[in-house]
Structure formats: structure tokens, C-alpha cells
């Protein structure tokens, strides 16, 4: 399989595509004004205990304050000398309001929920995840030869100091025990220095930020499985060779700078499988087609024939339709990040062999995906019931808003994203027009957010494209659209535009 990370950086948000012979699998998306807050460490302060739920509110410092479940406040079993004496403990007997109390944000808030947080904290490095409240040794259970488990489980145990946890992550198969160690002695220093933070100084306070967007991609997706990352900016290419040299300097010549003339995303046919992954009808290849409705509570997936017809008998059309239904579910649950429970309507299948090598088939292709993923099996009703657990936003979350025409049944494109777009197409308007200046005729619902207050957003793009740019409202363009009414010279352009 070809694998290729591919990176946009653009104005007001950067963008990665992960393909997979030549597939979209994979889309993140990370805005300048909307930073990941998962797996950043906070000192906060117990709001409210409420023994009804068996849960706490913490006050972090953000606008709302995080959820903390009891479990989460809990050792995990075997963790403690006197496990079942703490597991039938009441949250009043762990928190009190007022307390001080560090905690790790592992879901960002979503809608009218508030974040999750838990007081079991993990640290991520390039090889190892440091887990610093226990004193164990784990190793990825993608990583499947057992003489590999057990080289690493040996290489780790010779330098981890007792009192603290370590989970080997799959990047470390084949990796020397400096390079383990060195990962090691990194967490290591980075928890002392939260430690010393957790003693003094305000309450609520963030005591440790995740790295940055660049970082955390190269750390937790290039691997060497990955033929090639491409990166369409200058300044991000040398920032990325600079991060390889220590996380991984042996796949450095992979990190490459993409200078074509059409967008990145463009040549690798990004764009358009981003909004097929937004309609609520897929269409598999044989004619068959899948439909998506996503609610608060779970995701449905509806499997049918449509115009597959087969070639022998009915029962085996059904078979093979689930059968390539069940890849296609796998990388569109990926691609849109569905999470929590997701329920699959398969076409009834005659007999248990035929469900068992359709899981199977679901089950090879989620070993792909970073985030976990659990197959229940089939329900008495023939449905297929599995999870997946929710960290971010999914994609429609991100790029889409509730239509207030249709009073939420359908979704379009969110002013915000229309104008992302917008801004895209006039940094390639600008790079492909001689001149000096140009002048632009945008929707005016969109030219106030391109300008932004004050001309913030203008200085930004001139920064970028290297021209004076004037924007001018036209009320018989769409939200789409975006047009070229002069370029030239920077004082005739004003007088235009004036």
C-alpha cells in the first residue's frame, strides 16, 4: 500500500490529507482561532460534586467548565493496594468542592457539551507513552510478533525507573534502546517540570500544552510505512526538517516540499472526496451505495443493493455488497470521524459464516485507524453495533453548520468554511495574475469576514501573496464565487476600486 501525508497551510488554518493508494482516508483540519485542547494538562479547582451522577464539574480556566466521571478519578483495577474498598467509594469521598486538582482534557468540548477530563495523565513522546501514576510496562497491540513485544518490553525495563508507567507505541517496532531511552528521558523531564508547576502559581492554570499542529503530525503519523509527507509552504518545509532531524532523522528525505503550480489538494483530488464525505449517500463502485445519518446520540448506517445486481444468485449478490460495504464503512467512519455508537444496517445475510467474514472484513480495515475501535457484533435484529471512541469534532462538525431554512434537516457549508475557501482561491488568483495589485469582487456577507476588523484578515493575505488586494462587494456573486474585476499597477487599482 502507498501511503502519503499531505499538508496545506493556509491563511487562517492548516489541513492534512492521509491517503492511502491514492484514497482519501484521513482528514484533520486545525484553525488559528480553534487550537486542540486534548491532552493538554490543567490545574484545576472542584466546582461541584454531584454524588446523583458520581461525577465533578472542574473549573480549568476555560469557557465551560470539564465533566470528570468517577471511573476517571479512580486507579485503574490492580493499580491500588486496596482496590475494591476504593472502587465502592462515593465521589464525596474522593472530591470536595474547593479542592485543587490536576487533570488531562481527553475530549475537547463539542456542541453544548463541556470537556471530559480524567486524573490518570499520559504523556505522548515519539516511541512511548509515559503514564506516570503507575508502574507498568504496556506495548501496542499492533505490534504483533512476539520476539519484537519482547525485545521491547526488555529494552524498556532496563532503564525505566520504578513508580512510573510506560506504553510502548507501534513506531518503536524495530527501534534501538537509545533512541527508546532518549524518548524516555524527554517525558521524563517534561512531567518534572509540570510536577514543580502543580505547586505554585494560580488555580485554574494550563500546566502543559500539547505540541503544535506540525509537530504532533510528524510525531504520531509519519512512520515508515509512509512513502512521502508533502508540504506546500516554504517556512513549514524547513520547520519540518528541523522537527525530523530528532524525531525521526531516518525518513527525513520523505519530508518533501510540494512547489506545483495547482493546489496540493487539487492534484491529489482532495477537495472533491472531502465533500463527498460530507453527502449522506456514498456510492460504492459495483452500484451499490451506503446512507449516513449522524445524531447527537449515533451514527446510522443504512447498506444497499441499489443497481448491483450480481452475476449468480441472490444470496451471494447480498454477500459480496456486504463485503465491499463493510471497507467502504470502515474508511468513511475514519474519513468523517464518527465516534461513540455507530449502528450498521447490513443487507440480511443468511447464515453466521457469512456475518463472521463480513466483521472480519471490518476489523482488517479498522486496524488502519489510531483510534479505537470495538465490534460488538450482530444484534438479534441483525444489526451490527460498534464504537469508536470520540476525541474531536467529526468532519461535518468542523466544516458544516445546521441549515436554519430546513430547520436542521439538511447541512451546507458554513460561512466560515465558504470564506476559508475563498481565501484559498484568491491566494492562487494571486500567485497565476501579474501585477502589483489586485482588485476582487466577492459576495458581501463575505468580504467583511476576508477584510476582518480593522483590515486584520486583508494584511494577512498581502502578507502571503505578496500584493495590495482590495475587496469589493457584489451582490450578484454567490458565496462561492469569487472574481477578478482588475489587476495592475497599485494606483490605478485603488482609484478603481474607489
Given at each position: 500500500m502507498t501511503k502519503e501525508i499531505l499538508i496545506n497551510i493556509g491563511i487562517d488554518e492548516n489541513r492534512v490529507a492521509l491517503m492511502e493508494d491514492g484514497v482519501l482516508a484521513e482528514f484533520l483540519v486545525e484553525r488559528s482561532d480553534e487550537q486542540r485542547r486534548a491532552g493538554n494538562i490543567y490545574r484545576g479547582k472542584v466546582e461541584n460534586v454531584l454524588p446523583?451522577?458520581?461525577?465533578?464539574?472542574?473549573?480549568?480556566g476555560e469557557e465551560k467548565n470539564a465533566f470528570l466521571y468517577i471511573d476517571d478519578v479512580l486507579p485503574k483495577?490492580?493499580?491500588?493496594?486496596?482496590?475494591?474498598?476504593?472502587?465502592?467509594?462515593?465521589?464525596?469521598?474522593?472530591?470536595?468542592?474547593?479542592?485543587?486538582?490536576?487533570?488531562?482534557?481527553?475530549?475537547?468540548?463539542?456542541g453544548t457539551k463541556g470537556p471530559r477530563?480524567?486524573?490518570?495523565?499520559?504523556?505522548?513522546?515519539?516511541?512511548?507513552?509515559?503514564?506516570?501514576?503507575?508502574?507498568?510496562?504496556?506495548i501496542s497491540r499492533r505490534i504483533e510478533a512476539e520476539a519484537e513485544r519482547e525485545r521491547l518490553k526488555t529494552l524498556v525495563a532496563s532503564?525505566?525507573?520504578?513508580?512510573?508507567?510506560?506504553?510502548?507505541?507501534?513506531?518503536?517496532?524495530?527501534?534501538?534502546?537509545?533512541?527508546?531511552?532518549?524518548?524516555?528521558?524527554?517525558?521524563?523531564?517534561?512531567?518534572?517540570?509540570?510536577?514543580?508547576?502543580?505547586?505554585?502559581?494560580?488555580?485554574?492554570?494550563?500546566?502543559?500544552?500539547?505540541?503544535?499542529?506540525?509537530?504532533?503530525?510528524l510525531r504520531d503519523y509519519l512512520s515508515k510505512d509512509v512513502n512521502r509527507l508533502l508540504i506546500d509552504e516554504n517556512d513549514t518545509y524547513a520547520k519540518a526538517l528541523e522537527l525530523v532531524k530528532t524525531l525521526a532523522p531516518s525518513l527525513?528525505?520523505?519530508?518533501?516540499?510540494?512547489?506545483?503550480?495547482?493546489?496540493?489538494?487539487?492534484?491529489?483530488?482532495?477537495?472533491?472526496?472531502?465533500?463527498?464525505?460530507?453527502?449522506?449517500?456514498?456510492?460504492?463502485?459495483?452500484?451499490?451505495?451506503?446512507?449516513?445519518?449522524?445524531?447527537e446520540a449515533l451514527t446510522v448506517i443504512d447498506v444497499n443493493t441499489g443497481k448491483f445486481t450480481g452475476t449468480t444468485c441472490l444470496e451471494d449478490?447480498?454477500?459480496?455488497?456486504?463485503?465491499?460495504?463493510?471497507?467502504?464503512?470502515?474508511?468513511?467512519i475514519r474519513l468523517r470521524n464518527l465516534a461513540g455508537i455507530i449502528i450498521v444496517d447490513f443487507i440480511d445475510m443468511c447464515c453466521d459464516d457469512e456475518r463472521d467474514q463480513v466483521i472480519a472484513r471490518l476489523e482488517e480495515e479498522f486496524a488502519r485507524d489510531k483510534v479505537k475501535v470495538n465490534i460488538l457484533g450482530f444484534t438479534s435484529l441483525g444489526l451490527l453495533e460498534l464504537t469508536r471512541k470520540k476525541v474531536r469534532q467529526s468532519l461535518r462538525e468542523i466544516l458544516q453548520v445546521e441549515c436554519e431554512s430546513c430547520e436542521g434537516a439538511g447541512y451546507i457549508n458554513s460561512i466560515d468554511n465558504l470564506s476559508k475557501k475563498t481565501a484559498r482561491s484568491i491566494q492562487m488568483i494571486a500567485k497565476n495574475t501579474p501585477g502589483e495589485?489586485?482588485?476582487?469582487?466577492?459576495?458581501?456577507?463575505?468580504?467583511?469576514?476576508?477584510?476582518?476588523?480593522?483590515?486584520?484578515?486583508?494584511?494577512?493575505?498581502?502578507?502571503i501573496t505578496n500584493k495590495v488586494i482590495y475587496i469589493k462587494g457584489q451582490d450578484n456573486l454567490g458565496l462561492d464565487q469569487v472574481r477578478l474585476l482588475a489587476s495592475g499597477n497599485e494606483r490605478e487599482i485603488e482609484s478603481l476600486a474607489l
Open positions: 446523583g451522577m458520581q461525577a465533578a464539574f472542574i473549573d480549568i483495577e490492580g493499580e491500588s493496594e486496596n482496590g475494591e474498598a476504593v472502587k465502592n467509594s462515593s465521589i464525596q469521598d474522593l472530591l470536595h468542592e474547593g479542592q485543587d486538582i490536576v487533570v488531562q482534557m481527553i475530549k475537547e468540548p463539542i477530563v480524567v486524573t490518570q495523565i499520559t504523556i505522548p513522546g515519539r516511541y512511548l507513552v509515559l503514564v506516570p501514576a503507575v508502574d507498568y510496562i504496556g532503564f525505566k525507573a520504578s513508580g512510573v508507567g510506560l506504553i510502548v507505541r507501534t513506531a518503536a517496532e524495530g527501534v534501538e534502546g537509545a533512541e527508546l531511552q532518549s524518548d524516555y528521558e524527554f517525558l521524563i523531564n517534561v512531567w518534572e517540570k509540570i510536577k514543580k508547576k502543580t505547586k505554585k502559581g494560580p488555580c485554574p492554570a494550563l500546566l502543559y500544552r500539547d505540541h503544535d499542529f506540525l509537530y504532533r503530525i527525513k528525505s520523505r519530508v518533501q516540499l510540494y512547489s506545483g503550480a495547482a493546489p496540493l489538494f487539487d492534484v491529489f483530488n482532495v477537495e472533491s472526496q472531502v465533500e463527498k464525505a460530507l453527502r449522506r449517500k456514498v456510492w460504492l463502485e459495483c452500484g451499490a451505495y451506503l446512507v449516513f445519518d449522524q445524531t449478490t447480498v454477500f459480496q455488497t456486504n463485503l465491499m460495504a463493510a471497507e467502504e464503512i470502515a474508511r468513511q495589485a489586485l482588485l476582487l469582487g466577492v459576495n458581501p456577507q463575505l468580504g467583511s469576514i476576508l477584510i476582518g476588523p480593522g483590515g486584520v484578515n486583508l494584511e494577512k493575505m498581502e502578507r
